[in-house]
């Protein structure tokens, strides 16, 4: 607790208000403390609204870029723009209100269902927490547990199966309605049945909001506005599904290779 973060707000730092969920890369490059390269000279633009997938080979990049819009690292070189403010130039506070993260791995805490829900947005009345759980998908389920939204979930979320855990993390980003959501691997763990169940609770989150979405099944970004290819670095290629098959370059020969698979 006393250990101080190095990523600080500037003294000068402004509140980010009234966001429309422009993003944009602008020749970012980011290497870790120990010298080890992950991005080179990165330029994205991601409009207000778009559903953007990031897909590739694993290490490629694609988490470490989504890591740093909301500043859990920073930059080593260029900038990242949110409505056309660097990131470094916001409060933290704000800046992270403004953006929901959906991961593949979910933390829950060892209290009840309702507790777990409502660290989206603490302020919650009972019935918005309902309501996002309604939206995502688990209400009832919760309400078939032995004391419903009062039932106690256990550390890390012991006594939930690995599809109700996401269903609560979404509807934490349900109850948060952030206009920038980032989904991480967020279906990748679970079974094929429980993914089209969460894809469809993820679609209706998603509407109206800039996404980004990283996913090794291909399957789940063909709908996606735009698809980027990030390897050794790089943004290799980048367009819609059908212009990348066209193209027949990396992006075909994953999906080629998935569906062989």
């Given at each position: 607790m006393r250990t101080q973060p190095e990523i600080q707000d500037a003294p000068d730092a402004k509140t980010l208000t009234d966001v429309h969920g422009d993003i944009c890369f602008e020749d970012v490059s980011f290497s870790y403390n120990d010298g080890t390269e992950v991005l080179d000279h990165i330029n994205l633009r991601i409009a207000p609204g778009e559903t953007v997938a990031l897909v590739?080979?694993?290490?490629?990049?694609?988490?470490t870029m989504c890591h740093l819009i909301p500043r859990f690292y920073d930059v080593t070189n260029g900038r990242i723009t949110v409505d056309g403010n660097d990131v470094?130039?916001?409060?933290?506070?704000?800046?992270?209100?403004?953006?929901?993260?959906?991961?593949?791995?979910?933390?829950?805490?060892?209290?009840?269902?309702?507790?777990?829900?409502?660290?989206?947005?603490?302020?919650?009345?009972?019935?918005?927490?309902?309501?996002?759980?309604?939206?995502?998908?688990?209400?009832?389920?919760?309400?078939q547990m032995p004391d419903g939204y009062d039932t106690f979930v256990g550390e890390r979320g012991v006594v939930l199966s690995g599809g109700q855990k996401q269903r609560v993390s979404i509807a934490r980003v349900f109850l948060k309605n952030p206009p920038i959501l980032i989904l991480d691997e967020a279906t990748s763990a679970l079974d094929s049945v429980t993914e089209r169940q969460i894809q469809d609770s993820l679609d209706t989150l998603s509407q109206g909001k800039t996404c980004i979405v990283i996913a090794h099944r291909l399957s789940t970004v063909r709908g996606a506005d735009r698809i980027a290819v990030v390897d050794g670095m790089h943004i290799t290629e980048q367009g819609s599904r059908d212009e990348l098959m066209a193209l027949d370059g990396a992006y075909a020969k994953l999906e080629r290779a998935q569906e062989l698979a």
């Open positions: 590739g080979e694993s290490g490629g990049g694609k988490t470094r130039d916001l409060t933290q506070e704000s800046l992270r209100r403004n953006i929901g993260i959906i991961q593949q791995d979910v933390f829950l805490f060892a209290g009840t269902v309702m507790e777990n829900i409502r660290y989206g947005r603490p302020d919650a009345s009972d019935r918005e927490v309902v309501e996002a759980a309604v939206r995502a998908r688990i209400h009832d389920d919760i309400m």
